[in-house]
């Protein structure tokens, strides 16, 4: 009876080790990069905001998601430029369904945002910037 019992509880515990392991599988969201395609405009202060799940993302910066808690990233990204007189804004947003996307390596996408410039020289004008992202999935201890 006792070597029934350990085996049991050695395979209780293999078991539990397994869902451990599980459930500490996170997901990492890298900003990689930031950067101008063209600039036809007056002034460079630009302010980028990147938002994943919720988590602010700073360039060159990663959050950690928790894989058993989600299976969909949503980004939103928002830019402006950083002036009194004028307001120019652009933004964009991505949705990636995480089952869609093999996790066993990693993955990087880009997206863009376009700003058209509303001030009174340069009104019309357009500025578009990148933004580079890596996924992948590690085990956090």
């Known amino acids: ?9 050695l395979i209780f515990v293999l078991i539990s080790t397994s ?11 890298e900003l990689v990069s930031i950067s101008n ?9 630009w302010t980028h905001k990147v938002i994943v799940n919720q988590k602010l993302l700073l360039k060159n910066k990663s959050v950690y998601l928790n894989l058993s808690e989600t299976n969909i990233l949503f980004i939103e990204i928002n830019c402006h430029k950083n ?5 120019n804004y652009g ?3 991505v949705l990636i369904d995480l ?6 390596k990693v993955y990087s996408f880009t997206t863009e945002v376009t700003i058209i410039e ?12 990148k933004y580079s992202f890596i996924i992948k999935k590690i085990n956090k201890n």
Do not use: H
């Open 37 to 45: 395609i063209y600039f036809n405009c007056d002034g460079s202060e």
């Open 118 to 129: 509303n001030g009174e020289c340069y009104k019309d004008n357009k500025i578009k910037w």
């Open 99 to 104: 089952n869609e996307i093999d996790l066993s």
């Open 83 to 87: 002036e009194k007189r004028q307001s």
């Open 1 to 9: 009876m006792c070597a029934i019992l350990k085996k049991i509880l």
């Open 19 to 29: 869902l451990i392991s599980f459930c500490q599988q996170t997901l990492e969201v």
């Open 91 to 93: 933004d964009n947003s």
